[in-house]
Structure formats: structure tokens, C-alpha cells
T-cell receptor, first 115, second 112 residues
Framework: EAGVVQSPRYKIIEKKQPVAFWCNPI?????LYWYRQNLGQGPELLIR????????DSQLPKDRFSAERLKGVDSTLKIQPAELGDSAVYLC?????????????FGPGTRLTVL | KQEVTQIPAALSVPEGENLVLNCSFT??????LQWFRQDPGKGLTSLLL?????REQTSGRLNASLDKSSGRSTLYIAASQPGDSATYLC???????????FGAGTTVTVRA
């Protein structure tokens, strides 16, 4: 079974440019998460989707970040415009809410460098 | 807010030595705790998940214990190998919340 797929794996952009990350969760997983991991730190949740609904976006900087999960499967996270401080690894995870553990499975991440 | 701390931040041991990694958390009302491994430039691989009702979980050379009352978990890796070199993160999920709160990780180097 395929795991969580993310693309691109790496992205280098100039500040003030837009950037988008794509995530395809494990088949059948209804919950999708976007995390941001700064260098030397643990990941922090940006947004959580239950199917196509964003149920927790309290940590998403809404002035420049946006996300969507059309049809409740794939998701896209966008930054516009990017700032130097946005350089980080963006991780996508998915889980099946109906299970007891609701274990989250992570993708390989997208490493963003803003110059 | 749940605070998760991992000490030490880095650890270097000779091959064959047992590893002991510590994780502490401030809010004991947890639902479960997970230990992850992260290789450089890679995503997170789940190693062990301990439900709040459990005291420990084992998988091969790995054993994780959980003491909710003291807010601690320990990951033991027996007979370490160079391939165990990675960053190990613990993450805690509270009851009535789906968010994982992560520690900053312990970077392990196993010397051949």
C-alpha cells in the first residue's frame, strides 16, 4: 500500500514569490494534516481536515497561507507571498479517524528554502 | 498548552551499547504517545505508539515505556547499530484533540 505522497520534495524560491505544496494521503484516510517543521524543532500543526472540511486551522497564518482539500482526498498548501521565515520542511500526514489509535502516518515532506 | 521536552538533544554511543532516550510532557491527560524516527532530509517513521492505558510497547530491539503520572516516556534501543543513527522524536496526543505535540528530538549517532 502506498504511503503519503508529497511533491515537490524540494523547492527554492525568492522571497515574495508564491509557492504551493501538494499531498496525496493514504487511500481511505479521511483526516489530513499539514505540519511545519523548523530546523532543529519538532513539527507543529498548521491545519487539520476531516474529509473536505478544515476543522482546525487555528495555527495557520491566514494572511499569507491558504489550504484546500477539494473532494476530500488530495490537498494543497499555498504560501503567497513567501517570507524568509517560511523556510522549513512542510509535512503532510493522514489518519483514519474511526480507528482506536487514530495513528498519523507522515509523508517525506517538502523542504522549502526562501532566499 | 502541552509542552514536550526531550533530553538530551544529542547522543553519541559506540556500537552495541544500549540507548535510553527520554521524553517528558506537562499535561498528563494524554490519549496516546508516539515515538518517531527521522532520517536526514526524510519524513517521520512511526516506531511505537502507546495508548494511555498501556505501560509499555515493544517492537524488536525497541521498547517504550509510559508513566502518565510523572509525565514521562522512555525509549530503549537495545544493542545499538550504526543504522540506528537518526533523530528520534516523541509526540503526545491529548484526549479530545487530534493534534500531536512534538518534542524537538534527540539526535543519535552510533559509532562503528
Amino acid at each position: 500500500e502506498a504511503g503519503v505522497v508529497q511533491s515537490p520534495r524540494y523547492k527554492i524560491i525568492e522571497k515574495k514569490q508564491p509557492v504551493a505544496f501538494w499531498c496525496n494521503p493514504i487511500s481511505g484516510h479521511n483526516t489530513l494534516y499539514w505540519y511545519r517543521q523548523n530546523l532543529g524543532q519538532g513539527p507543529e500543526l498548521l491545519i487539520r481536515y476531516e474529509n473536505e472540511e478544515a476543522v482546525d486551522d487555528s495555527q495557520l497564518p491566514k494572511d499569507r497561507f491558504s489550504a484546500e482539500r477539494l473532494k476530500g482526498v488530495d490537498s494543497t498548501l499555498k504560501i503567497q507571498p513567501a517570507e524568509l521565515g517560511d523556510s522549513a520542511v512542510y509535512l503532510c500526514a493522514s489518519s483514519l479517524t474511526s480507528t482506536l489509535t487514530n495513528e498519523q502516518f507522515f509523508g517525506p515532506g517538502t523542504r522549502l528554502t526562501v532566499l | 498548552k502541552q509542552e514536550v521536552t526531550q533530553i538530551p538533544a544529542a547522543l553519541s554511543v559506540p556500537e552495541g551499547e544500549n540507548l535510553v532516550l527520554n521524553c517528558s510532557f506537562t499535561d498528563s491527560a494524554i490519549y496516546n504517545l508516539q515515538w518517531f524516527r527521522q532520517d536526514p532530509g526524510k519524513g517521520l517513521t512511526s516506531l511505537l505508539l502507546i495508548q494511555s492505558s498501556q505501560r509499555e510497547q515493544t517492537s524488536g530491539r525497541l521498547n517504550a515505556s509510559l508513566d502518565k503520572s510523572s509525565g514521562r516516556s522512555t525509549l530503549y534501543i537495545a544493542a545499538s547499530q550504526p543504522g540506528d543513527s537518526a533523530t528520534y522524536l516523541c509526540a503526545v496526543r491529548l484526549r479530545n484533540d487530534y493534534k500531536l505535540s512534538f518534542g524537538a528530538g534527540t539526535t543519535v549517532t552510533v559509532r562503528a
